[in-house]
């Protein structure tokens, strides 16, 4: 009994159809899983921003009200500096601009 050339012909479309079938589904669900991602990181990243904005607000609220009592201090006792609070004071400003630039990395 031999198979003729049309049937081996027809398997092997029906073979290639459906290997075409499942790899269209699959690239579909690839494309699917990639635009989910896309979405999840942007929040991620919208999230963070907005917590880091948050921290540099509340950074420079501190800050004001920090100055304001050392100006305070320095008139009160009449001090032109007071060293350790200058070294804070810089080392402040350094890390609120490292925020500002972790910030603008996720913007």
């Not at 999840?40 to 963070?48: L, N, T, Y």
């Amino acid at each position: 009994m031999t198979i003729s050339n049309d049937v081996v012909e027809m398997t092997k479309d029906i073979v290639h159809l459906c290997k075409e079938k499942e790899y269209n589904r699959l690239a579909d669900l690839i494309h699917e899983s990639y635009v989910e991602l896309v979405k999840v990181e942007a929040e991620s990243r919208r999230m963070k921003s907005s917590i880091i904005i948050k921290g540099i607000q509340i950074l420079d609220l501190e800050m004001y009200k920090l100055k304001i009592e050392y100006d305070r201090l320095k008139r009160q006792f009449n001090i032109t500096e007071i060293s350790a609070l200058d070294c804070y004071i810089k080392e402040i400003k350094a890390y609120r601009r490292k925020l500002v630039i972790e910030k603008n990395n996720f913007s």
